[in-house]
């Protein structure tokens, strides 16, 4: 197992997330407790020492099954790590009730790590509200040692990563955000990568495989990648890809069956990265698949100037595109459009076509956004 430095600690360069943990007749809240024991085990043995959770994973039931599959354990061989609940907006107002819950939950005295859970567009100021104290309570739990180490995740954009860091990014000590070689162009995730640089915060990584849809390519694309490097599997391009990222500290992977751990962790056993003429190639094969997949819009804003409706056409067509590619596993379309008016969301688009005389690309604007509506149950 490849370890890492952070604060003078050792932590496993790939960390066990327990968001898709093997469950009972494909029901989210029914863990399979056995086979997740199982996993914990085998995790342990091979040198994983890093376990992220949250509130809401499995409806509730990840911390509970990972507070009882780590507690045979000493509490000093794994770092434990999960998330205050703000994707919620109800759980605002509850920080101090849901941290000891999650105490309980997780039957643990302390968190090594703990984050603001999801910090995007839809909560950013709710975070931000001095009336919720969120933020105090934490530092409390920190100054008390109940938290060892704090921080933040996110899927919001990096407006809203900064608004986020301006206001409380003295006291984060790590970030977590969405980082694969598919988003690293698609969501930005290079600029964040720089944005927390430039802030010295290390760089966790979430969907390191997009939720599985960077562990399967096409023939094509599988075809590309065997060439390049004939004993490597397609997930494994992947973590080669963010081994070459060296503000990357954590390598996170919710992993469902212990073939899939098996397989992460014998990859994990060396670092490969990747040269820069493979790191092209990866690339190249993330542009290939998102020019296959989404409308081309480079947000010039044209668009907007001729709207009637005065519609965010770029952000619109922005959220589409995550949609598209997320498939019937999105949640970032929905929580974008859920930081904007009533009056602008897709389906008020009038189809007057005055948006497509000016775009650049020549994108099908109100098509696109007809699509954006039915996908979403609007029209």
Sequence with gaps: MIYKEFQGMKLSALGMGNMRLPVVDGDDGKIDVKAAQEMVDYAMKAGVNYYDTAYGYHNGQSELVVGEALKKYPRDSFYLATKFPGYDLSNMPKVKEIFEEQLKKCQVEYFDFYLFHNVCE????????????????????????????????????????????????????????????????????????????????????????????????????????????????????????????????????GMSNMNQLQDNIATFAEEKPLNEKEKELILGVADDMIARTTVPCTGCHYCVSHCPQKLDIPFLLKLYNEAVVAGSGDFIAPMGLSSIDADKQPECCVACRSCEKVCPQTIHIPDALHRFAEKLGRV
Aim: glycine share 6%.
């Design 122 to 253: 839809m909560n950013v100021d709710a975070y931000l509200d001095p009336k919720y104290g969120i933020y105090e309570y934490l530092l409390e739990q920190k100054k008390n040692g109940r938290i060892r180490h704090l921080g933040f995740s996110t899927h919001g954009s990096l407006d809203c990563m900064k608004k986020f860091l301006d206001a409380y990014g003295k006291d984060m000590e790590f970030c977590q955000i969405e980082l694969n070689y598919f988003d690293y162009k698609f969501q930005s995730a290079k600029e964040k990568v720089e944005l927390l640089k430039s802030r010295n915060l290390p760089v966790w990584v979430m969907e390191p495989v997009r939720g599985g849809q960077l562990a399967a390519l096409s023939e094509e694309f599988e075809a590309k990648l065997k060439a390049a490097r004939p004993e490597e599997s397609v997930p494994a391009w992947a973590f080669r890809f963010l081994q070459t990222i060296p503000e990357v500290t954590m390598i996170l992977s």
